[in-house]
């Protein structure tokens, strides 16, 4: 109840200190300073007031809380152990197995995606003689540079079209992996 009352009261004392420093802003300007100053020195000592009102609940709740502890700390009657005292070890041990699968899983799926990374180079290198012996052949047979220029704009297209799938590819990996494990 003092708690209370005394609350009551700091927040009366605040809201007088608002009006304060509205009526202090009114002041002639030589006074001015020197009023924002007092109201500002209390609203410091409310706040440091508040503080300790608030530091003394606290202190308060805590001396309850223990006390309460205690009583029934000494209420209690010991027992010897219940003979059901087992440890949950199945649950983390399914877990730690899954977690296991899981990164092997992803080893497989990384390795698998360096050999289809290594596989696409070496078809690049053998795609690159290809389209250099087709262009000694073309150069030979006289094939007209307009012809030339579809080939290289095709080629060009299916670079971009074989990126998207590999994107495209990667991102069914990623897709797959988040929402089945």
Known sequence: V?????????????????????????EPPNKRQNAKLRVDQLKYDVQ????ALRN???????????????????????????????????ETLQFNESLQSAHRGMDDLIGSGTNILQGLREQRVTLKGTHKKILDVANMLGLSNTVMRLIEKRAFQDKFLMLGGMAVTCLIMFLVVQYLT
């Open 48 to 51: 440091h007031l508040q503080t």
């Open 2 to 26: 003092v708690e209370n009352e005394i609350q009551a009261r700091i927040d009366n004392i605040f809201s007088n200190l608002e009006r304060l420093e509205i009526l202090s802003s009114k």
């Open 56 to 90: 003394f609940q606290h202190r308060r709740y805590l001396r309850e809380q223990q006390e309460r502890q205690r009583e029934e700390l000494l209420a209690r009657t010991f027992t010897t152990n219940d003979s059901d005292t087992t440890i949950p070890i199945d």
